[in-house]
């Protein structure tokens, strides 16, 4: 009886042995792939290890694709998004919207609330205001920014779970999700290469950046962080995402203040003081959005948001003047 139940074992042992070393054979060595495409205003780059280029392409190509997707949902340069059709509709009925759009505007609302405001994709009002002056147009007027505060608020955006709808309820209102889409279409983006079998990736655009698995035997995708100190400059991430905001070459200088291109909820003009966050998030939409946030919030206040938010960490920098 002993010895059947050792010869057994054996036997299933050398079995797994051979099982595990056949599938090691089997298993193609895999090979670094990189891609380019311009879209949602900047360039996009993939990188993945895959076992062929047809693989790779295949992936990837797929996974623009559904970048451009949620582009044309979410784009506030397009008058034909799923946005701004939704906002075409401001002031009248509830609107029914797709998961994506539905998705996206009910994480960005738990961070108005989570910020008391600080972070508003209905901000677009003013939005308006700054770009007109980044185009060369006059500063925003205190007029202006009163008129445009009636139609700015997140709380005049009443979202319906149920029915998956959003009512706009203030004429006029324009969503802005400038601070959020970006992370959110690489964590689609993401998905796609998944499902494509591909498990080690990397997805950048601007500022925003999504990771699955690290380089084959590595401990994760090798990046730096301009806003930490230097000894804490390099960052390995797999399976995350990291964000910068703030502090870019976007802002307006209107009587001798840099005003940046995110903007105040609370004034309705752009932050003057000269912040700069990177947030390291589970996913692209949550650091993509706090990282937004926190450049509204400030140091202090930015970085007790953070201690509530799981597996989240940041880096701000107030730059002196
Ligand atoms: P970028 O990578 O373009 O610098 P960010 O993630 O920092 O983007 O977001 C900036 C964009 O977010 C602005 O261009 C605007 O579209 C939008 N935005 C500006 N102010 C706010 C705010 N207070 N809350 C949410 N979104 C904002
Ligand atoms: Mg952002």
């Given at each position: 009886?002993?010895?059947?139940f050792?010869?057994?074992?054996?036997?299933?042992?050398?079995?797994?042995?051979?099982?595990?070393?056949?599938?090691?054979?089997?298993?193609?060595?895999?090979?670094?792939?990189?891609?380019?495409?311009?879209?949602?205003?900047?360039?996009?780059?993939?990188?993945?290890?895959?076992?062929?280029?047809?693989?790779?392409?295949?992936?990837?190509?797929?996974?623009?694709?559904?970048?451009?997707?949620?582009?044309?949902?979410?784009?506030?340069?397009?008058?034909?998004?799923?946005?701004?059709?939704?906002?075409?509709?401001?002031?009248?009925?509830?609107?029914?919207?797709?998961?994506?759009?539905?998705?996206?505007?009910?994480?960005?609302?738990?961070?108005?609330?989570?910020?008391?405001?600080?972070?508003?994709?209905?901000?677009?009002?003013?939005?308006?205001?700054?770009?007109?002056?980044?185009?060369?147009?006059?500063f925003?007027?205190?007029?202006?920014?009163?008129?445009?505060?009636?139609?700015?608020?997140?709380?005049?955006?009443?979202?319906?779970?149920?029915?998956?709808?959003?009512?706009?309820?203030?004429?006029?209102?324009?969503?802005?999700?400038?601070?959020?889409?970006?992370?959110?279409?690489?964590?689609?983006?993401?998905?796609?290469?998944?499902?494509?079998?591909?498990?080690?990736?990397?997805?950048?655009?601007?500022?925003d950046?999504?990771?699955?698995?690290?380089?084959?035997a590595?401990?994760?995708?090798?990046?730096?962080?301009?806003?930490?100190?230097?000894?804490?400059?390099?960052?390995?991430?797999?399976?995350?995402?990291i964000?910068?905001?703030?502090?870019?070459?976007?802002?307006?200088?209107?009587?001798?203040?840099?005003?940046?291109?995110?903007?105040?909820?609370?004034?309705?003009?752009?932050?003057?003081t000269?912040?700069?966050?990177?947030?390291?998030?589970?996913?692209?939409?949550?650091?993509?959005?706090?990282?937004?946030?926190?450049?509204?919030?400030?140091?202090?206040?930015?970085?007790?948001?953070?201690r509530?938010?799981?597996?989240?960490?940041?880096?701000?920098?107030?730059?002196?003047?």
């Amino acid at each position: 009886m002993t010895f059947r139940f050792i010869l057994l074992r054996t036997l299933l042992l050398v079995w797994t042995w051979f099982a595990c070393a056949a599938l090691r054979l089997n298993a193609a060595p895999l090979h670094r792939y990189q891609y380019n495409q311009m879209a949602m205003g900047v360039q996009v780059r993939i990188t993945v290890y895959a076992s062929s280029q047809s693989v790779a392409e295949r992936a990837c190509a797929a996974a623009f694709e559904r970048i451009a997707e949620i582009e044309q949902v979410m784009s506030d340069y397009r008058a034909d998004s799923e946005l701004m059709r939704l906002c075409a509709k401001a002031g009248g009925e509830p609107v029914r919207v797709s998961k994506e759009l539905f998705t996206v505007l009910k994480r960005a609302q738990e961070l108005s609330r989570r910020t008391a405001g600080a972070f508003d994709v209905t901000v677009g009002p003013y939005v308006q205001l700054w770009r007109r002056a980044r185009r060369g147009g006059a500063f925003p007027t205190e007029e202006e920014l009163r008129e445009a505060r009636q139609r700015v608020g997140y709380e005049k955006m009443v979202l319906d779970e149920a029915n998956r709808t959003v009512r706009l309820l203030v004429p006029g209102m324009r969503l802005d999700l400038g601070g959020i889409a970006k992370g959110y279409a690489l964590d689609c983006a993401l998905k796609v290469l998944q499902e494509h079998g591909i498990r080690h990736a990397l997805l950048e655009a601007g500022g925003d950046i999504v990771a699955g698995l690290a380089p084959p035997a590595t401990a994760g995708w090798r990046i730096e962080v301009a806003n930490a100190a230097p000894e804490r400059r390099w960052v390995y991430l797999a399976l995350g995402a990291i964000s910068t905001s703030g502090d870019t070459e976007q802002y307006v200088e209107h009587e001798g203040k840099r005003y940046s291109h995110i903007v105040d909820p609370r004034t309705g003009l752009g932050v003057t003081t000269r912040v700069a966050a990177t947030v390291i998030a589970r996913d692209g939409i949550t650091s993509d959005s706090l990282a937004t946030a926190l450049c509204v919030l400030g140091k202090e206040a930015g970085k007790r948001l953070i201690r509530t938010v799981p597996g989240a960490r940041a880096y701000v920098r107030e730059v002196k003047e």
